[in-house]
């Protein structure tokens, strides 16, 4: 068994450097051809579309009309000129398989009111790609299509009436006692649509931005307005499936706050659970240290499936699928590495679809963020008119292209393993042979109180962690005053990161005569500060809190972080408040870093691709050296082959490129060896006839 130990916390190329492989420890990959392993995930290959108001979201509030690239041609989806989907969209949708589209597109669903979408064109100027152009698009591509409810775009009682009637006027029959239904067959269309997926709500645990006026569900609101709108929209099509929004994914025993309350009071009665993935965190690593978290990353997504469905189990009483409706790296920076469009994006996202193709992940669906347009889109209209492709577009292709539906048994003997130590946040730390799971290393004891940086926010602070008072005289201005510091506790490894997770409870009381508001909320920053690490976490909805309410809010830092600071967010503010917020009962507990097992370099799927071809698809997770390797298959006798092999020394490319194809000559008995280069993907197609 190949292990390389890493000395070093931070990562550097010495450390980096992997030993050689012995010739013992050849791999051997054995696919039994002659067996079904089962049906493939068949709508993990989803994509999002952004087609709806940004104003108020990732536009100023105050813009006279929405920005016409989004609600007139979905970013590059739609032809407002011509009425139709764009041609060069089509072309790149079928390319890569599209099986689910998502709309209106993420968090402009916030701002997301369907009754301004239909209707004549004409009647509706500064909105051409609306519902029905965006249900012609799915029809054109054939991809079934998923559609978020608003969570913000009114009145929390009136969402409910909302959604079923969009429900009513896409699924129902064009009779006298469906009014939507007969305005779908005024505006041509008389037959059902029959959408059959629905969300409710988009990241809903986060607020509605800077739209006016401003609200934040609490879980338990949440939870009462997702069961009136599947009350209500289950009365009108009872056949729909509905999904609920989760918060995260993670390995420990139980869920969060957010899902354990989602899961045991929605489980029951909705059909699939909502997650979405934006993981590694490369965002200020160096590319070695990226490199490293994106081939860790993939054993980490199988080990948190696996968790989330054992916590659905135990909270719901039932199974459900999980629905990844967004997915990528965690990137946005484009400096000095746009890491969203790299090489290493496009690694990530093929072990992402090998995790989700697997029927024992019960993944219903994903939806990559996103194809085209955007700031994530893999593919972009320039200047002139064409398009560019980044480097996640290769592995998207080669992957939806060159394999099949129905998977096949394969297994790996001798598959070395590799030792990968986390220097950051977003890495995981895989050694030995178990799963460890993040354990409590006690409450802090001793911490920093200070309250001179509340002045320049217009407010000020006293008291202890037993009861914490800021008098907010006149905010009028958005900031983060730090307010407490807990230093890194010697019980955590030098090598090790840790986790700070605060406990409180709080009110808010405004001042008499106040008539000013702000978003308040409760932060942890990483000690060297936001822009040096990009790493902070926030609870909000304090101002809410008119009675004492529990709150909790935890952060995960890597092993050379030299502690945490807490702050008062003061976000969003109108006017100048005045008040009283209190915090009491802070609790401060450490943990100590999750743990994964030591990483099998080659990750592999098998398919069929016909009665006399299959597939095989191999991912060499190892950052720094080949890995050669034997492949054997019983119950067929390749004949020849070839293989597509991605692969890029440099892992920072932004640009997409061709696979390398390289003809596969087996032996008599079908066999034959392979060098698999490093961080690559190699995806073989292999003929039983010649």
Known sequence: MLRTFLPSVLLCSAALAAGRMEAAERPVIRIDAARSAGEAAPMVYGHNIEAADERGIFARIDLP??????????????????????????????????????????????????RKTVGPVESRPDWKFGLAEYLELCRVVGAEPLITFSDYALPAEELPRLAADLVEYLNAPARPEFPQAMKRARNGHPEPYGVKYFEIGNETYHDNHNLKPHRRFSVEAYV?????????????????????????????????????TVYRELGPHVDFIIHHYYAPKLDSLSPAEALHSTVTAGELLRLRL?????????????????AVTEYNISGVQNQPVPWRHSYLAGLNMAEILREFRR??????????????????????????????????????????????????????????????????????????????????????????????????????????????????????????????????PAAVPADSGFTLRADFEARFQPAAGNTGSAALGFGLMDLRGYEATRLATAVGGLEESGEWKKFSCSLSVGADCPGITGLLRVEKPRGELSGLLELRNLKL??????????????????????????????????????????????????????????????????????????????????????????????????????
């Open 65 to 114: 009309k929405p920005s016409p690239d989004g609600v007139n041609t979905g970013k590059g989806h739609w032809d407002p000129v011509q009425m139709r989907p764009d041609p060069a969209a089509v072309r790149f949708l079928r390319e890569i398989k599209t099986g689910m589209l998502r709309y209106p597109g993420g968090c402009l669903a916030h701002n997301f009111d369907w």
């Open 224 to 260: 009462d307005f997702a069961r009136k709108t599947i009350e209500q929209v289950r009365r009108v099509d009872p056949s729909v499936k509905i999904g609920v929004v989760g918060h995260t994914m993670n390995l420990d025993s139980r869920p969060d706050f957010w899902d354990e």
């Open 306 to 322: 696996a968790n989330f469905r054992r916590q659905v189990r135990e909270l719901a009483g039932r199974e459900l699928p999980v």
């Open 359 to 488: 029927p024992e992940n019960r993944v219903l669906a994903a939806s990559y963020w996103q194809a085209i347009g955007g700031y994530f889109g893999m593919i972009q209209r320039r200047g002139d008119g064409g398009h560019s492709r980044s480097g996640a577009w290769p592995f998207f292709q080669l992957w939806t292209r060159h394999t099949g539906s129905e998977l096949l048994p394969v297994e790996v003997t001798g598959n070395p393993r590799r030792e990968m130590v986390a220097a950051r946040v977003g890495q995981v730390t895989a050694r030995g042979e178990t799963l460890v799971l993040p354990r409590a290393l006690g409450e802090v004891t001793r911490f920093d109180l200070y309250f001179q940086a509340l002045a320049a926010a217009g407010c000020s602070g006293s008291g202890n962690a037993r009861h914490l008072q800021f008098r907010l005289n006149g905010c009028g201005k958005q900031s983060y005053p730090t307010f407490l510091t807990v230093h890194r």
């Open 589 to 690: 507990s450490f943990f100590g870093d999750a743990r994964i097992p030591a990483v099998p370099l080659l990750a592999v799927e098998a398919s069929r691709l016909d009665a006399n071809r299959i597939a095989l698809a191999v991912i060499n997770r190892s950052p720094d050296a080949a890995v050669p390797g034997r492949v054997e298959v019983a119950g067929m006798r390749p004949r020849s082959g070839i293989a597509r092999e991605l692969y890029q020394d440099d892992i920072t490319l932004a640009t997409a490129w061709n696979p390398v194809e390289k003809r596969v000559s087996p032996a008599a008995d079908g066999s034959f060896d392979w060098e698999f280069p490093p961080h690559s993907l190699t995806v073989f197609e292999l003929n039983a006839l010649k």
